[in-house]
Structure formats: C-alpha cells, structure tokens
C-alpha cells in the first residue's frame, strides 16, 4: 500500500489568487495523477505526472491553469491559478498500487473553497 | 469513450437491510472493474475490485461480481450497518498500465440505526 499526504487539507481562497496543493507519497511512484471532484459529484481526472517530463492533461484542463510539478518519484504539486468560485472543489492525488494493479490510492484530498 | 453508470442516490436503509447499488458500463477490451468508499471527510479507498469475467470481489461483507454478458458490476451487502454511510464510486480502468480511469457519479447510501 501507499501513504500519500496533501497539504493543504483545506483552505479558503479570495477569486484571483492561486494555490499550491502538494502531494507527498511514502514510497517511490512513476505515476501521479491529479483529480478533481467538484461538490456532489464524481472524480475527473485533471491530468498524469511523470517525473522528469511534462504533465499530460486531459480535455478541459490547462497548463496555464493548473501548472503542476514533479520535481521526484514522491511528490508533486498542482496550483490552482487565478481561482474563481468554479474553482471550489476537493483536489485529490493518487497513485496507482504497484505495476499494472489497476488499483488507485488516494491522499485524503484539499478541499478549497473560492470566495 | 468509457463510461460507468450508477443508481442515482441517495440511498437510505435501516440497520440490517439488504443493498444493492447497481453499476453498468461501456468499454472497449476487458476492463477491471472496482467498487471505492469516500468516508464522511475523507479520501477515496479502494472496496473491492474485479479483473476479470465472472470474477468475485468481496470485502468487509460487501460482494460484486463481474458480468461481462450484462456489462454490470452491481454491489451488494446482505446486512448493512450505520458504519456503512458514505458514498460508493464504481470505477473501471483499461488494462494498459496507468491508463485513465473512469469514475461513475457515485452514490450516496445512508443507514439510519
């Protein structure tokens, strides 16, 4: 199993800022993935990181609007930027269990809420 | 593309009763099929899983079996308890290696004592 910890747990934004959401993991990973899970309803994935290359995103999201880091094999940044009230959600790191499990571990997400 | 259905909640159940909380998808290939918890504040953790056709998944008295015939992946419990409240995300995923993981809308289920 992996222990993965985000920082912050929760946080109270003003619209226009932005915020850096670290993801630390226990052990070493290739493969983090940044998800979104807007109030009520499912998780969407945002986008993949590797380490030592650039982050892919998926359809909807941007770099511009949330740059992410991985600086190492255990941990990652995703910064929310230029928030809005559409922003509000739980941000949540995951990591997949071993090589090819299909299985996902989950830090126990950064809820935000955008003013 | 993949897409995974569920039972539109909430659900509410007293003490001891059965559940059954339905899942459907569509996929390309043979996808593995999961069942995660979201506890009241906290992250997601896997419940169950099923990688193959016919495949059993069970933990903590919940079960799901895999049929491929009917697309389907229903969870079931014979006798649920208060502890049991939060909300159940059925999932797939391809079987490439970190391959995108598809989430269905979850559903919330609440057991009153």
């Known amino acids: 199993s992996a222990v993965i910890s985000q920082k912050p747990s929760r946080d109270i934004c003003q619209r226009g800022t932005s915020l850096t959401i670290q993801c630390q993991v226990d052990?070493?990973?290739?493969?983090m993935f940044w998800y979104r899970q807007q109030p009520g309803q499912s998780l969407t994935l945002i986008a993949t990181a590797n380490q030592g290359s650039e982050a892919t995103y998926e359809s909807g999201f941007v770099i511009d609007k949330f740059p992410i880091s991985r600086p190492n094999l255990t941990f990652s940044t995703l910064t929310v930027s230029n928030m809005s009230p559409e922003d509000s959600s739980i941000y949540l790191c995951?990591?997949?269990?071993?090589?090819?499990?299909?299985?996902?571990?989950f830090g126990e997400g950064s809820r935000l809420t955008v003013l | 593309g993949d897409s995974v259905t569920q039972m539109e909640g909430p659900v509410t159940l007293s003490e001891e009763a059965f559940l059954t909380i339905n899942c459907t998808y569509t996929a390309t290939g043979y996808p593995s099929l999961f069942w995660y918890v979201q506890y009241p504040g906290e992250g997601l953790q896997l419940l169950l899983k099923?990688?193959?056709?016919?495949d059993k998944g069970s933990n903590k008295g919940f079960e799901a079996t895999y049929r491929k015939e009917t697309t389907s992946f229903h969870l079931e419990k014979g006798s649920v308890q208060v502890s049991d409240s939060a909300v159940y995300f059925c999932?797939?995923?391809?079987?490439?290696?970190?391959?995108?993981?598809?989430f269905g809308p979850g559903t919330r289920l609440s057991v009153l004592p």
């Open positions: 052990s070493q990973v290739t493969m």
């Open positions: 099923a990688t193959k056709a016919d």
């Open positions: 995951s990591v997949e269990a071993g090589t090819n499990t299909g299985e996902l571990f």
């Open positions: 999932a797939l995923s391809g079987p490439l290696h970190g391959q995108n993981f598809v």
